[in-house]
Antibody, heavy 122, light 108 residues
Framework: QVQLQESGPGLVKPSQTLSLTCTVS??????????WSWIRQPAGKGLEWIGR???????KYNPSLKSRVTISVDTSKNQFSLRLNSVSAADTAVYYC??????????????WGQGTLVTVSS | SYVLTQPPSVSVAPGQTARITCGGN??????VHWYQQKPGQAPMLVVY???ARPSGIPERFSGSNSGNTATLTISRVEAGDEADYYC???????????FGGGTKLTAL
């Protein structure tokens, strides 16, 4: 059973950079059948996709965040990471990492991390 | 980007059937997936590819998709089914996922 675990600071100051890492266990991040993705959820609101990475290095970002986001993958550690710079209070949210199952007929998020709350505050 | 529309809330008596809709332009041509999210927990996949269930999901959960509406049906609703439910598709044009706004299911 694949498991994902987010880690990183729970508090970030405004204008600084949010950095999170997702560690994958029970499966290889090198799997050719999956993307690896970040999603966030502000309190009381819906899900917002941030971006995804493929082990080939192919990366795609949500256009609304593209100018501030970097997603990378470290296959040697079975991890992928998120950096979001110039944060503000609007970036306060629970951040999830998730695996994307890829099939010819559709893509979906089959495994999720438990989520980590990141608060942007001075 | 592709827009998915869900009702904010659905209420049903325990033991009855709940139907949660997800509207989108010609959504019947897409593969739709559903997630259940209980308070304080991560979303969990309950239906993928319109009507398939992951291992461990009860048969009470089923899905359908046609025309401009996809539907998640929960039969014999239990108190433990109370949660937010989100639909999702992958927009091939933009290569992005799209999520519905979520529906809060209440078992009266």
């Amino acid at each position: 059973q694949v498991q994902l675990q987010e880690s990183g600071p729970g508090l970030v100051k405004p204008s600084q950079t949010l950095s999170l890492t997702c560690t994958v266990s029970g499966g290889s991040i090198r799997s050719g059948s999956h993307y690896w993705s970040w999603i966030r959820q502000p309190a009381g609101k819906g899900l917002e996709w941030i971006g995804r990475v493929y082990t080939s290095g192919n990366i795609k970002y949500n256009p609304s965040l593209k100018s501030r986001v970097t997603i990378s993958v470290d296959t040697s550690k079975n991890q992928f990471s998120l950096r979001l710079n110039s944060v503000s209070a609007a970036d306060t949210a629970v951040y999830y990492c998730a695996r994307v199952a890829m099939y010819s007929y559709g893509y979906w998020f089959d495994f999720w991390g438990q989520g980590t709350l990141v608060t942007v505050s001075s | 980007s592709y827009v998915l529309t869900q009702p904010p809330s659905v209420s049903v008596a325990p033991g009855q059937t709940a139907r949660i809709t997800c509207g989108g332009n010609n959504i019947g041509s897409k593969s739709v997936h559903w997630y259940q999210q209980k308070p304080g927990q991560a979303p969990m996949l309950v239906v993928y590819d319109n009507s398939a269930r992951p291992s461990g999901i009860p048969e009470r959960f089923s899905g359908s998709n046609s025309g401009n509406t996809a539907t998640l049906t929960i039969s014999r609703v239990e108190a433990g089914d109370e949660a937010d439910y989100y639909c999702q598709v992958w927009d091939n044009t933009s290569d992005h996922p799209a999520f519905g706004g979520g529906t809060k299911l209440t078992a009266l």
